[in-house]
């Protein structure tokens, strides 16, 4: 007798945790899920769950709630809902976890039925700051403000901010929302932005205003001066201290973790130490690899430094190539000098006016080019270049995943390291875009 009352005991223990409350009226069966088709997917895919008992009953006013990885799935997501069935989008960045079906009735039962899903991250483009109209708007919400002529990006990697050059204003998008003006100036014909850690915002200029100019914000103060060159002398002058040193075309400018300053200088690239100016790569105009003092470049448009082994990624613009400097050596990394989009091995990929460049921490270069709409990649570790986000001749603003999405004459790069992060200057659309691994 008293092994039957254990064994009765704990058919009842199981009944109260199976259904909060037995009540037939009330809840005939649990909601079982028994499949996911498929098992595992990324954002904005749509996939089914299969199961029993999967549908509330409205008239009684019941409700269901469906979660992943234990985050509610907004009703929105939810596009066919029966007895037997859930059919819904995947949420971003919605993460692998159990799928649990819970029906809430009126009285507070709740059942549940769960499985595991796998969540496939994959690249989505978003826009991160600009309405897409043209126009000069503050705003604390990004998405509310508003561009006029975006001439380059950089990010601060001292808190993530990214700074955005215009023709007569430097603009902050704040790591934690909100679009700000840094300073005003006269309109010039600024060509690039540069921000360090703890070193200032660098500013460069072209043509008949051959220099480099800092906001100083060590003090709390935005302080506009000097840096580099001299106003109207554009005269490539290097090896020599910064005090003395010219330019002549200044194109891209880039800042190292060592706080080393690069900078592309016409068919040149240049190094900018505390004290010096010194030209580390390139001679007359024209296409050439080998030794930096001989290799040619026909107009360096961006450059980027790797930030595992030092080496420079160079975006040769009218030789429609990608090179690198690596120690005292300039190679071709990418594009057989023809102007045209064709992907595939580097040794016969082509390249069209690259334009905007960056690398990522995993051997991947990032590149824009002229006249296209694309972003494209050079994957180091297989040696192909493929398009990336985007597509080489269809203009557009969409958002969502890489291929679908779509850009309008896309320019300048920024990648932010520490987040994973790529950001685009979506010039045609006036805006500021993202793109993340999620």
């Not at 009126?106 to 496939?120: P, W």
């Not at 991250?121 to 978003?126: A, N």
């Not at 068919?267 to 505390?274: E, G, P, Q, R, V």
Request: hydrophobic share 40%; aromatic share 8%.
């Amino acid at each position: 007798m008293h092994f039957k009352r254990i064994i009765l005991l704990m058919v009842i223990i199981i009944t109260i945790n199976s259904c909060v409350k037995v009540d037939d009226s009330v809840c005939p069966a649990c909601p079982t899920i028994t499949n996911i088709i498929p098992g595992s997917a990324s954002f904005d895919d749509t996939i089914q769950l299969i199961g029993n008992h999967l549908l509330p009953d409205l008239t009684k006013g019941d409700s269901l709630q469906l979660k992943i990885n234990n985050v509610p799935i907004p009703a929105s997501y939810i596009l066919k809902n029966t007895a037997t069935s859930i059919t819904l989008i995947v949420p971003k960045a919605i993460g692998s976890g159990k799928v649990s079906v819970d029906i809430n009735v009126k009285d507070g039962l709740v059942n549940h039925g769960d499985v595991n899903f796998t969540y496939n991250p994959k690249w989505i483009v978003s826009t991160l700051a600009g309405t897409g109209n043209h126009g000069y708007a503050d705003n604390s919400d990004p998405l509310s403000a508003m561009f006029k002529t975006i001439v380059d990006i950089t990010v601060d990697p001292s808190n993530n901010d990214l700074y955005v050059l215009e023709s007569d204003k430097v603009r902050k998008i704040s790591f934690n929302g909100g679009v700000s003006t840094v300073m005003t100036f006269t309109p010039t014909t600024e060509s690039a932005i540069a921000c360090g850690r703890d070193d200032g915002i660098f500013l460069t200029y072209k043509p008949n205003n051959c220099k480099i100019s800092m906001i100083d914000h060590s003090m709390g103060v935005n302080t506009f001066l000097d840096y580099a060159g001299q106003a109207g002398n554009c005269v490539d002058v290097s090896n020599v201290p910064i005090a003395n040193a010219g330019f002549s075309n200044l194109n891209d400018i880039v800042i190292d973790f060592n706080m080393n300053k690069y900078v592309a200088d016409g068919n040149s690239l240049k190094l900018i130490t505390n004290t010096n100016v010194y030209k580390i790569a390139g001679s007359t105009t024209g296409y050439s690899d080998g030794d930096y003092k001989t290799a040619q470049f026909s107009e360096i448009k961006s450059i980027d430094v790797d930030p595992k082994n030092g080496d420079i990624y160079i975006a040769d613009f009218l030789n429609h190539r990608i090179r690198k400097l690596s120690g005292n050596t300039v190679f071709t990394v990418a594009g057989i000098g023809y102007p045209t989009f064709i992907n595939g091995p580097v040794a016969t990929a082509s390249l069209s006016y690259p334009n905007g460049l960056a690398c990522d921490t995993a051997r991947n270069i990032y590149f824009t080019e002229g006249g296209h709409y694309a972003i494209r990649k050079i994957d180091l570790n297989n040696g192909v270049v493929s398009t990336f986000a985007g597509m080489h001749h269809d203009a557009g603003s969409m958002n969502g995943d890489a291929m679908m999405a779509r850009f309008n004459n896309p320019t300048k790069l920024a990648f932010n390291r520490a987040l994973n992060t790529l950001y685009i200057v979506d010039s045609s659309n006036y805006k500021i875009r993202q793109m993340k691994f999620e």
